[in-house]
């Protein structure tokens, strides 16, 4: 910060202000034509602009609780529970408790006050107290300095730091489209298994593997030693791996043999919660790994079976809504085993047009991979601008 910077408190540019919530057994405060932003308003906006919220109240909820009018271009923060997350009100609005708001004085751009703010993540959670759940007070808040420099300079800050959310956004959305992509191709090359409307030859799972094994029962560590064990939380729900919270295992050398992956092995998920239970990844032989008894994994014989359509099957529409009616057992706790699972019937179309699918699935697996990490890379440089040019400004 230069010599001439002024570094002011926020109670000195900005008026700060709560929110509340009108009483719920009064249904005559809720419905009318004030937004009320709660928290969720927030974390799910794809953006920092806030215009509409899932509530609103009348102008007797504001007058009768805590809550107040915040003018248009009110900076909303997160303080409660989930801490941290930032908005811009595009209209008018009110608030639940669970934030604190900002309305911007001569001084300060709200846009450039809610791009600091999202910097100040750590510091706000490091001053956040309570038991039941985690709160920042604005008397906390009041009192955090902030880099005010000329109008002009917090603009261009403002437009160099949309400009790189603006970039993060298309990858993102790029990783999502991505992700579609490969169901798309299962359904054109093979048609919907609900209904086989190619007419390929029916068959069941077990008709279609050399192998259907239960992993290891091995207790796994966090420290960096022997294999990584693959786990519930590796596979996520559409099928894909998570390989960001390993852990590990050190097994005897014939233990280590019979878990060990091989690219193209199945992990079906076996037990787990019933929404989730029938998970299913696909190996990618990117390390030695082995697997947990949480899955059963499954070998297809090459000559009938490419373990790529097994796979897009098994996290087709049709049998992720057939395995969660399959799932059974206690609340929390329902499970599909082995004999279950090899009974399931599917197509099964020329080896040969399965081949080409698996030769698709792995050309756009490598551009999702390039895609991942050009997201990756965007979000880092955003966040190093970010820190960068709040600490020069």
């Known amino acids: 910060m230069t010599s001439s910077m002024q570094s002011l408190p926020l109670e000195s540019v900005t008026e700060i202000i709560g929110g509340g919530t009108p009483s719920r057994n009064e249904a005559s405060y809720f419905g009318g034509e004030i937004p009320w932003a709660t928290p969720t308003d927030v974390t ?11 509530e609103t109240i009348t102008s007797a909820g504001l007058k009768n609780s805590a809550a107040k009018l915040l003018p248009a271009k009110s900076v909303l923060l997160t303080s409660r529970a989930t801490i ?3 908005a811009v009100s595009s209209v008018p609005m009110a608030t639940n408790q669970g934030f604190i708001n900002f309305v911007c004085g001569p001084k300060l751009i709200p846009e450039y006050l809610a791009r600091w703010l999202l910097t100040q ?5 490091s001053l956040a107290g309570g038991t039941t759940f985690k709160e920042v007070s604005k008397g ?6 902030i880099p005010v420099p000329s109008l002009d300079e917090q603009q261009r800050i403002v437009d160099i730091l949309d400009r790189a959310a603006s970039i993060q956004r298309l990858r993102q959305a790029a990783d999502e489209k991505l ?20 007419g390929w030859p029916m068959t069941t799972v077990g008709d279609l593997i050399e192998s259907a094994d239960y992993g290891s029962s091995s207790k796994a560590h966090d420290e960096a030693t022997g294999l990584p064990m693959l786990r519930m939380g590796n ?12 852990k590990y295992v050190e097994l005897d050398p014939t233990e280590q043999a019979k878990f060990t992956l091989k690219k193209g092995d199945i992990l079906f998920n076996r037990t787990n919660s019933k929404e989730l239970v029938g998970k299913t990844g696909i190996w990618d032989g990117s390390c ?20 790529e359509v ?22 929390g706790q329902s499970n599909i085993n082995s004999k279950e699972l090899k009974a399931i019937r599917l197509f099964a179309p020329p080896i040969a047009l399965q081949q080409r699918f698996s030769q698709l699935y792995y050309d756009l697996k490598a551009k999702a991979a390039m895609s991942a990490a050009a997201t990756t890379a965007a979000t880092s440089i955003a966040d190093s601008l970010a820190n960068e040019v709040f600490s020069a400004a």
Not at 121 to 125: A, E, I, M
Not at 140 to 145: D, E, Q, S, T
Not at 179 to 191: R, S, T, Y
């Open 288 to 307: 030695e790994a082995v697997y947990a008894s949480y899955f059963i994994r499954l070998r297809t014989k090459p000559d009938l079976m490419a373990p």
């Open 121 to 125: 993540k750590d510091t706000l959670l």
């Open 235 to 246: 596979v996520t729900m559409d099928g894909s791996l998570d390989l960001r919270n390993l």
């Open 310 to 331: 097994l796979w897009a099957f098994m996290n087709s529409k049709h049998t992720k809504g057939m395995l969660f009616g399959m799932a059974r057992g206690a609340i």
């Open 44 to 54: 799910r906006l794809n953006g920092m602009t806030i215009s509409a919220t899932k």
């Open 179 to 198: 992700k579609e992509i490969i169901p798309a191709l299962f359904v054109d090359m093979f048609g919907d298994p609900a209904s086989n409307p190619k």
């Open 84 to 86: 941290g997350f930032v």
């Open 140 to 145: 906390n808040v009041r009192k955090l300095r």
